[in-house]
């Protein structure tokens, strides 16, 4: 009985030392001097926080890109102007090189449809104030969602009139291509 609390009080004593040496999480400069970043970016990404969009985006990758802290994804910081077939707005976001990263895809309806805010003034459907280039507004943006019933058709997302809406495949709309998350819904759609 006294051997086994002795280990117990060891462990316990090794598990205190270990904390008071251990450097904490986003230590940084080579001088050995702490540096804490800031709250937002010790939280893990959350879908129930609602931040304005001067807390909730970033630029990142040298400007190329958006961080959005809501979500935990990166959009392109300008969308292509260009028109695409759902099968070329795929292929396009597989394949894009955004602030020299590769791994992009197209959004799924829940990621493209996290950007609508509905009390925006700005004549978009995104959050007044957000860092993000020109949204082309004539034609919606794919998603990979497929649309339910319609093997030959996906969801896409109007960011004027905030309305989402399934179309045939053959289509062009516009691509928004976005990092991280998940990249489609059910099998893949061809």
């Known amino acids: 009985m006294r051997k086994s609390n002795f280990f117990v009080v060891g462990a316990v004593i090794v598990f ?7 450097p904490a999480s986003g230590t940084a400069a080579e001088g050995g001097s ?9 939280l893990p990404p959350t879908w129930s926080r609602a931040l304005p969009a001067n ?3 970033e630029l990142v990758l040298n ?3 958006v961080l959005d802290k809501e979500t935990g994804l990166v959009w392109q910081q300008s969308p292509y102007n260009s028109l695409w077939t759902y099968q070329g707005a795929r292929a396009e976001c597989n394949l894009i090189d955004v602030g020299g990263r590769m791994g992009w895809h197209l959004p799924t309806v829940e990621q493209l449809t996290s950007l609508i805010d509905r ?3 700005s004549g978009k459907m995104v959050p007044d104030g957000h860092p993000f280039g020109l949204i082309w507004g004539r034609y919606p943006y794919w998603t990979a969602s497929p649309y339910p019933g319609a093997p030959w058709a ?7 009139t905030g309305e989402v ?3 045939p495949m053959y289509m ?3 691509v928004w291509c976005v990092r991280g998350g998940q990249s489609h819904v059910g099998e893949p759609l061809y």
Request: aromatic share 14%; hydrophobic share 45%.
């Open 34 to 42: 702490q540096v804490s970043p800031p709250i937002l970016d010790n």
């Open 63 to 65: 400007g190329a890109a």
């Open 154 to 160: 996906a969801y896409q997302v109007n960011f004027v």
């Open 172 to 174: 062009e709309y516009h």
């Open 165 to 167: 809406a399934g179309a």
């Open 55 to 57: 807390l909730r985006f």
């Open 119 to 121: 009390t925006s003034t």
């Open 16 to 22: 205190a030392v270990s904390l008071v040496f251990t």
